[in-house]
Nanobody, 124 residues
Framework: QVQLAESGGGLVQAGGSLRLSCAAS????????TAWFRQAPGKEREFVAA???????YYADSVKGRFIISRVYAENTVYLRMNSLKPEDTAVYYC??????????????????WGQGTQVTVSS
């Protein structure tokens, strides 16, 4: 069993930066593929980034070059550094985890563990 808790959301102006954190308890993150998804009002939950159990990062095209996913094993925490934020990045951001590799990790249905979400609002 894994419990996930996100933090770090907030209000930022376009062009600014935020860092989201996802702290895990229960099991070590090194065995899991962990990911960030986001959901804007009236839209489906969409993939943002993932970090495989082996440490390989994957990004959605919309955030590639702006967002960085990373993991600190000692803290059992996954981070999402978001730079050059745009108003279209506004959403609730969710952390997710699945035991094993990143096979199918772009799909929310792949993940069995989810955090409660943190709001990110980017003003123009």
């Amino acid at each position: 069993q894994v419990q996930l808790a996100e933090s770090g959301g907030g209000l930022v102006q376009a062009g600014g930066s935020l860092r989201l954190s996802c702290a895990a308890s229960g099991r070590t993150f090194s065995l899991y593929t962990t990911a960030w998804f986001r959901q804007a009002p009236g839209k489906e939950r969409e993939f943002v980034a993932a970090l495989s159990d082996g440490g390989t990062p994957y990004y959605a095209d919309s955030v590639k070059g702006r967002f960085i996913i990373s993991r600190v094993y000692a803290e059992n925490t996954v981070y999402l550094r978001m730079n050059s934020l745009k108003p279209e990045d506004t959403a609730v951001y969710y952390c997710a985890a699945v035991l094993g590799s990143c096979y199918g990790c772009y799909s929310p249905g792949r993940y069995g563990y989810w955090g409660q979400g943190t709001q990110v609002t980017v003003s123009s």
